[in-house]
């Protein structure tokens, strides 16, 4: 089996010393393995905390199933400590159920730190050199290997979300294929049937299906050079206009920071304190996982200012976004798209008390908002589109409050006149 990925924004896969010198396997691999984890869950299956390390292969309780249907080994395994994502993905004692070897790709044409400043921020974002170009990889499959946990979720980031790290600073767009002797597989019904499913609905605040948001804007443009406009790219440093050009060179304009200036600065999202605020859109800080919060201390001790004195392990070292913006790619010579995804969980922080629904609402009305785009991308390009997904909710552009994850699944994979 092999993989074909041609990306649209540069791919962050990262190294050892935080560098992304080529396309990493474990960056692929760890990518995959969150959004399956979000599959797995949505469809009510099994799903652990892999930061908790919940699963372990327990010897003792594994009983070898006389078949190798597959309903048989997950049940096996499931009595033997290994969840359905970490049965196809791995935990201690258990390895993934398949190997990934890949190649091609070329850097970005710069070193060091693009830097951009939207209006009114002191430091602005740092976006590093990616992988652009066509990336090739070949599966080998291991023993009990289902083809449908590499593929969907393979599909899901890419038609949907985003493939790699730092998404949320625009990288990872890529358009994907399998080829399995030289022919294309393609998502159908049977092998969305064939995911481990289950009746669990609670997202125990972690990414699902039903609690993430898929989004695509379209943008009209009058001129090439639109990106001059962009707030943030219009102000460069002198230093910084090579790194801008070898950047555009991908085919892709670096968006991301003035559309989250605009989201988390400029319109807002109607959230109350600096804990939903980190909740939301992250923190490199140390904050405090009840109200999340900045906490200040050091050691084994810190004091919150909503909590009180805490120890440590009831702290975040530092909190990872919940949006994600892409760079802006081209559709044609004069539209561009820019993709918008992410997840709020239903179930919440002890003392984040926002209202879920009121953010979701306020977003989606954020990215309609033709001020908005235009105070972020200047007066060449104009907002002329919005494509919403959401489960389970009247937002939804396709099905309105469709109540089957696997319904709501197989309208984001899968054309209408392949059902």
Known sequence: MKIELKTLTPLWTGGV?????????????????????????????????????????????????????????????LQANICDACQAYGATGWARRYRLRVRGGKRTGFSGTLRVTPSRRNRGWFLGPGIGGMIIGTVLPKPQFNPATLIVPLALSSQCGGLGARTQHGYGVAQAKVLEDKEPIRVDQIMLQSLPGGDKTDDQGMPSLRNMFFASVTLETVDTRWWQDVDGLHNLSTRDEGKLTAWLETGSVPVSPAVR???????????????????????TDRVCKM???RVQGRDETYNCPMCGRIHKSATLERTKTKIHVSAAYPLDESQWQVRVWGWIPHTLPTSVTLDREVVLQNLHDLFRDKQMWHAALGNRAAFIGLEWREFASARDGKIVKAADAMVFLRSLLIEEDEK
């Open 17 to 77: 010393d935080g560098r992304c010198d080529r396309v990493h396997e474990t960056g692929i691999i760890g990518s995959l393995r969150w959004w399956y984890e979000a599959l797995v869950r949505g469809l009510g299956g099994e799903a652990c905390d892999p930061t908790d390390h919940q699963c372990g292969f327990d010897e003792r309780k594994f009983k070898r199933p006389e078949s190798d249907e597959p309903t048989a080994w997950q049940q096996a395994l």
């Open 291 to 293: 109200c999340y919060q």
């Open 261 to 283: 200036n605009q989201i988390r600065f400029e319109r807002g999202l109607g959230l109350q304190d600096a804990g939903q605020e980190n909740f939301v859109f992250g923190s």
